[in-house]
T-cell receptor, first 115, second 111 residues
Framework: KQEVTQIPAALSVPEGENLVLNCSFTDSAIYNLQWFRQDPGKGLTSLLLIQSSQREQTSGRLNASLDKSSGRSTLYIAASQPGDSATYLC??????????????FGEGTQLTVNP | EPEVTQTPSHQVTQMGQEVILRCVPISNHLYFYWYRQILGQKVEFLVSFYNNEISEKSEIFDDQFSVERPDGSNFTLKIRSTKLEDSAMYFCASLFWSQQFFGPGTRLTVL
């Protein structure tokens, strides 16, 4: 059974700092990995999707990497801003044709960027 | 930009009552999902739906739950007899080009 873990559970940084959020998963047979942002009491906003054959994806100040063989992904946020404050979730989709498409989520990292 | 919508945003119900949560997936998406998030816990998969039938369900999705696509646009989750532990945020999602797009959620409170 796939397990997804995110470290740290919470992170507080001053504005302008670069930071890294970590995600690990136990079963490396994944189809893809998605990073989401969740604001308090709100839905999930997809930030980046990395296919299993890819090593990284970039969108603006965000860069996500994937090391499938070691079961790890990182989300790098450059020049953090107070508006980046939110919970960041990673989720993996299983690989293999008969594995379905359900996402398995980590617990999330709660990020606070202080002005 | 198209988005997944859900109604209501918040539903309060008495234990034992039936509730129906509604979702309008993005048009031309073909796979639909329900997830839930109990307060302070992980987002959990409930069920996926494709071609008018359930394609996958989790152990959470027991006989109390059912899904339906009653017309060409709506996708519903019904809980027949709600329990206190059903209180959670319920998210609908749809799949397009490997990416799942989530709605804003319905907060269900069972009293």
């Amino acid at each position: 059974k796939q397990e997804v873990t995110q470290i740290p559970a919470a992170l507080s940084v001053p504005e302008g700092e670069n930071l890294v959020l970590n995600c690990s998963f136990t079963d490396s047979a994944i189809y893809n990995l998605q990073w989401f942002r969740q604001d308090p009491g709100k839905g999930l906003t997809s930030l980046l999707l990395i296919q299993s054959s890819q090593r990284e994806q970039t969108s603006g100040r965000l860069n996500a990497s994937l090391d499938k063989s070691s079961g790890r992904s990182t989300l790098y946020i450059a020049a953090s801003q107070p508006g980046d404050s939110a919970t960041y979730l990673c989720a993996v989709r299983p690989g293999g044709g008969a594995s379905g498409s359900r996402l398995t989520f980590g617990e999330g990292t709660q990020l606070t960027v202080n002005p | 930009e198209p988005e997944v919508t859900q109604t209501p945003s918040h539903q309060v119900t008495q234990m034992g009552q039936e509730v129906i949560l509604r979702c309008v997936p993005i048009s031309n998406h073909l796979y639909f999902y329900w997830y839930r998030q109990i307060l302070g816990q992980k987002v959990e998969f409930l069920v996926s739906f494709y071609n008018n039938e359930i394609s996958e369900k989790s152990e959470i999705f027991d006989d109390q739950f059912s899904v339906e696509r009653p017309d060409g646009s709506n996708f519903t989750l019904k809980i027949r007899s709600t329990k206190l532990e059903d209180s959670a945020m319920y998210f609908c999602a749809s799949l397009f080009w490997s990416q799942q797009f989530f709605g804003p959620g319905t907060r269900l409170t069972v009293l």
